[in-house]
């Protein structure tokens, strides 16, 4: 009661609140994340050992269980998988939700710090993402006209140049990125052509040649050099800077005379054996994956790298194009556009069943009031709460919509029936709220009852259903505060004069002329007023017949229900009975037939060919 009486004697206060909860949902809405559904996988992190020339079996008992061994004793692992393959080791973490991915990262790599691995293995790489897991966008780096044929081989290798040395880096800089996976085209590659017989007359072996090119192509520190206040440092650079410098190099010496590589080999510029060919149109090109971090949002990654595409736009080389091919947060941005549309369709047509029974414009005005102010401020509370945009928490609002309006209904109703009795507007706002509160507020806590529970389910059913009960939990909670506050402080009216008691007298309390501007005020308030009559008349007009319909439909039933409220009520066995064997139809013989499924099946309008040739 003393809220009610606070809201309908202080409306300027509920109004500025009103207000200030609409900014910042406003504000709240343009910084929550936009995802396709609540994050249902665990956090990973992977950890990638590279072993050139090693076999699947040799990598996986070398390389593979060690490190496996080694990091499953971590805090907040949930599982170890591992995948080896020729030359390269992947072991993935997955932890559990809540987990600090930062300090697990530390822990990780404290572990492999540790670890005494083979000398020939490279240093372990800590992936922030699944490697099994889909890009979040696939670009296609190219020519915008075709190659003549005896230039593809070398333009194609200069577009995989530009790729790894400028895409590339570019791309993983973008916040949210993890990697940025290259494929396609001529990847650079200095090959030596060993002759065998001339390594047998020479006496050397290939480990030998291999060794001595390894030990002459490194720059090395050469200490430092003092002469007097001064000192220099001293390196020492040997690295190749051509094929002729290397072709030069020398390996071995016999008699006093040196052999070159040159003697025993072949070295060329050519290319890595293709393992992947990627074509846009019918033209080769370069194909570049982005893989976003396990935490990043998709959305947001696709627009910075779109962002970044654009300012990279400039630097491209002549006659080439970036084209994207594949991106995940198209599908995700329509169908969260789709669901709001949805949403925004269902709150009208609320608002339009609303006034064709309520039949006044005023009345429907304020009661539509709780559906925007409600979802405003559940906004503000999904901020807070780090909830995203997605399918669950914007069906939840969806659903929550044809709910938000019945409380300020129940409200609305009872202060017009008061002041139907004959009561002034303030006092039917007060008594009318008042004797409807406590009803008001237990429908809503056993709808709130029936969605809040969810929150504490566990499991992947729980990451999937907690954004939705916690967005209708927070609408329906609004929307109760919001008709005990809001609608009867908006049905109460406009404030009467103040009024000075003195003794038995009562006075009218001089006020001074209004001033420019109060003048300009009311006239804001009187050409709000004009517009809302014109309005309202407008909807009178366009919608009256909706409105006879509706009345039709109502009359009708109005006059049927008696009638059978009377039969249903004389024939108590045969009712329950039915109701029964209803239900006992449904459970026992439709129920089994509906298919289970934890999320329907999307299509996202495309699909992929996976054709598998024979082996050879």
Not at 517 to 544: K, N, P, Y
Request: glycine share 6%; charged share 20%; proline share 4%.
């Amino acid at each position: 009661m003393q809220l009610i009486d606070f809201a309908i004697r202080r409306r300027v206060t509920v109004i500025m609140c009103t207000v200030a909860i609409a900014l910042f949902g406003l504000v709240s809405l343009s910084r929550l994340n936009l995802n396709l559904l609540p994050d249902l996988s665990y956090p990973t992190l992977t950890i990638r050992t590279e072993l050139p020339g090693a076999a699947p079996l040799e990598l996986e008992t070398l390389v593979t269980r060690p490190v496996e061994e080694a990091v499953s004793i971590i805090r907040n692992v949930r599982q170890v998988r591992s995948v080896s393959r020729a030359g390269q080791s992947d072991v993935t973490l997955e932890f559990l939700w809540g987990t600090d991915m930062d300090l697990a990262g530390i822990d990780v790599r404290e572990k492999l710090d540790l670890l005494q691995l083979p000398l020939e293995a490279k240093r372990p790489l800590l992936l922030r993402f699944d490697p099994s897991s889909e890009p979040v966008m696939r670009l296609a780096f190219l020519d915008k006209q075709d190659a003549p044929q005896e230039e593809t081989i070398d333009r194609l290798k200069a577009l995989r140049r530009f790729a790894d040395d400028r895409l590339k880096p570019d791309l993983e800089a973008v916040e949210g990125s993890a990697a940025v996976k290259v494929s396609g085209g001529y990847e650079d590659e200095v090959q030596v052509f060993v002759d065998q017989q001339k390594l047998a007359q020479l006496g050397l072996s290939i480990d030998a040649v291999t060794r001595r090119i390894r030990a002459e192509n490194v720059n090395l520190s050469g200490g430092r050099l003092e002469q007097g206040t001064q000192r220099f440092l001293v390196r020492t650079l040997n690295e190749f800077q051509s094929i002729e410098q290397m072709a030069n190099a020398i390996i071995a010496t016999r008699d006093g005379r040196p052999v070159y590589l040159r003697d025993v080999a072949t070295v060329s510029s050519g290319y890595k054996d293709r393992e992947a060919i990627t074509r846009v149109d019918g033209r080769e090109a370069i194909e570049l994956a982005v893989y976003k971090e396990g935490d990043a949002n998709t959305v947001q990654l696709a627009a910075g790298v779109k962002q970044r595409l654009d300012a990279l736009g400039k630097t491209l080389p002549d006659g080439t194009e970036v084209r994207t091919v594949y991106d995940q947060s198209t599908f995700i941005a329509a169908a969260i556009g789709e669901v709001k549309s949805a949403a925004l369709i269902g709150g009208l047509l609320a608002i339009l069943v609303l006034y064709a029974f309520l039949r006044d414009a005023r009345a429907t005005l304020i009661s539509s009031i709780a559906i925007p102010v409600s979802v405003l401020g559940t906004f503000v509370l999904m901020y807070a709460f780090d909830l995203s945009l997605n399918i669950m928490s914007l069906g939840g609002i969806a659903l929550a919509v044809g709910m938000l309006v019945d409380n300020a209904v129940v409200v609305l109703e009872s202060i017009v029936r008061k002041q139907e009795h004959g009561m002034e507007r303030r006092e039917a706002a007060r008594k009318g709220t008042a004797e409807v509160a406590m009803a008001v507020t237990a429908a809503t806590l056993t709808s709130v009852a029936v969605f809040f529970p969810m929150v504490f389910i566990t499991g992947v059913a729980g990451q999937l259903f907690r954004d939705q009960s916690l967005t209708v939990t927070f609408a329906l909670s609004f929307s109760l505060v919001v008709a005990l506050t809001l609608v009867p402080m908006l049905a109460a009216g406009r404030v009467a004069r103040r009024h000075e008691v003195e003794g038995d007298a009562t006075v009218t309390a001089q006020s001074r002329p209004p001033g420019r501007f109060d003048r300009a005020l009311a006239a804001v308030a009187g050409a709000i007023r004009r517009v809302g009559r014109w309005i309202a008349s407008g909807m009178r007009l366009l919608l009256s017949p909706l409105v006879a319909v509706t009345q039709a439909l109502n009359a009708w039933a109005e006059s049927r229900y008696p009638g059978a409220i009377r039969w249903a009520l004389a024939r108590p066995g045969l009712t329950i009975g039915s109701a029964v064997v209803l239900f006992a139809f449904t459970v026992g013989v439709i129920a089994p037939r509906l298919g289970t499924e934890l999320i329907p099946q999307m299509s996202q309008g495309e699909f992929n060919v996976d054709l598998r040739l024979p082996p050879g």
